[in-house]
């Protein structure tokens, strides 16, 4: 089985789907790597690295998808919507896709991988469970990207974060409200406290209060309760219309009191609730800082643009996307062992099995046989159900593989 590795191709896109030190791993496996050249230049692994772990470098990307009958990437076909699509007539039959897809978003792009006869696999489906933890590269990149947002907004801030006293006196600490208590809220609220920073944190969902409180933040409650506050997978849900008013207009004072506010409520699927005004940002102090960690999805900030950073009433507001790519490094090195993890969770006997009893396999397989198959999927996107599957014998460039395909039944 050949696993291959093509250079990212989104735009200012620096990490890379796997780093030389799981090679090995892969290898005594019975998978062989083949790259891209330059595929982990940008995030510090060049290419001689690779090859020392065993690695094969190819110079050309075409010749890397027909090499490999999985291809992992970062970002693919759906996430990526700047140069993706360019790489679909390279896919061929049967061959295997995973990685970042953004399922969630526009179906076009998932019916085209199907259409190529793709098998793919997406990361951000990936249940969160104890068993599916080592391969939940969703919370490693929310990890990453919680971190950064502190240190951008450090940088950006015209304070320091912690106290200080000298013999000119004492300068007050620095001020944090984090709003949406998920994996990068919380990675936000430690890196606030290790810079000193007094941190506040607020989520509609009560059983995080004592996640926040353990980091040495204070958990700010308001009289108003969440209904369903969230769902099977732990993320939060969506409210209606009058929660979030209520929410923010309770959420006012709280909001100016601070230097910055980090915004980190994402709903998966669902345009992000709109948690910061602009009334909210024209009472905080000139200087202050939002960084809003949901501005891909419209934003938590009434005022965010996405993509951008925006100044507004002496308030810089932080749009950045995909803050996780600024530190490569370190953010390959997390994909890739989640990554390896999951590869090594499906090859065995260096065949690829696909078990749909299995739940990480169900939650995750996408496409498969021309077909969107997914069940979550295809009800978020109103497709009609597939309800029976059986089992079908498909051959691949290099093995012959049992593998479950979805039929669809009036049943």
Not at 67 to 76: G, H
Not at 192 to 218: C, F
């Amino acid at each position: 089985m050949i696993l291959g590795v093509p250079r990212e191709s989104y735009p200012s896109e620096r990490r890379v789907a796997l780093v030389p030190a799981v090679i090995p791993n892969l290898t005594k496996a019975g998978i062989e790597v083949v790259m891209e050249a330059g595929a982990g230049a940008e995030a510090g692994y060049p290419d001689d690295e690779y090859s020392a772990r065993g690695a094969k470098i190819l110079p050309d990307r075409a010749e890397v998808f027909r090499a490999a009958d999985i291809v992992v990437q970062v970002l693919c076909y759906g996430s990526n919507d700047k140069t993706g699509k360019t790489d679909l007539p390279h896919f061929r039959p049967n061959q295997t896709l995973v990685g970042f897809m953004r399922p969630l978003g526009v179906l076009e792009t998932i019916q085209d991988i199907a259409a190529r006869g793709v098998t793919s696999l997406s990361v951000e489906l990936m249940p969160r469970t104890t068993r599916a933890q080592s391969m939940d590269a969703l919370s490693s990149m929310a990890t990453i990207s919680g971190y950064k947002a502190v240190v951008v907004a450090a940088d950006t801030l015209p304070r320091i974060f912690p106290m200080l006293t000298t013999a000119a006196g004492t300068i007050t600490p620095g001020r944090i409200l984090v709003m949406g208590a998920g994996v990068a809220g919380l990675q936000a609220i430690a890196t606030g406290r290790r810079l000193g920073a007094v941190v506040s944190a607020y989520d509609l969902r009560p059983a995080v209060k004592e996640q926040v409180q353990s980091l040495g933040a204070r958990f700010v409650e308001l009289p108003i309760e969440a209904r369903d506050a969230q769902d099977a997978r732990g993320y939060a849900t969506a409210q209606g219309e009058e929660f979030y008013r209520k929410q923010r207009e309770l959420l006012g004072k709280v909001v100016a009191d601070n230097d910055v506010v980090i915004t980190a409520a994402v709903i998966p699927g669902k345009v992000s609730p709109v948690l910061v005004t602009k009334e909210m940002v024209a009472r905080m102090a000139p200087g202050s800082v939002i960084v809003d960690l949901a501005a891909e999805r419209g934003g938590n900030c009434e005022l965010t643009r996405g993509g951008e950073t925006v100044v507004e009433h002496g308030v810089s507001i932080i749009g950045t996307y995909n803050l996780a790519s600024t530190v490569p490094y370190h953010a390959s090195q997390l994909y890739a062992r989640n990554i390896t993890n999951f590869l090594l969770y499906l090859v065995k006997d260096g065949k690829l099995q696909l078990n749909l009893q299995d739940e990480i396999v169900r939650d995750t397989l996408v496409t498969q046989g021309g077909e969107v198959v997914n069940a979550r999927l295809r009800e978020f996107h109103g497709l009609p159900a597939i309800r029976l599957w059986r089992s079908l014998k498909m051959t691949s460039t290099t093995s012959s593989r049992t593998i479950s395909k979805f039929v669809p039944t009036s049943r």
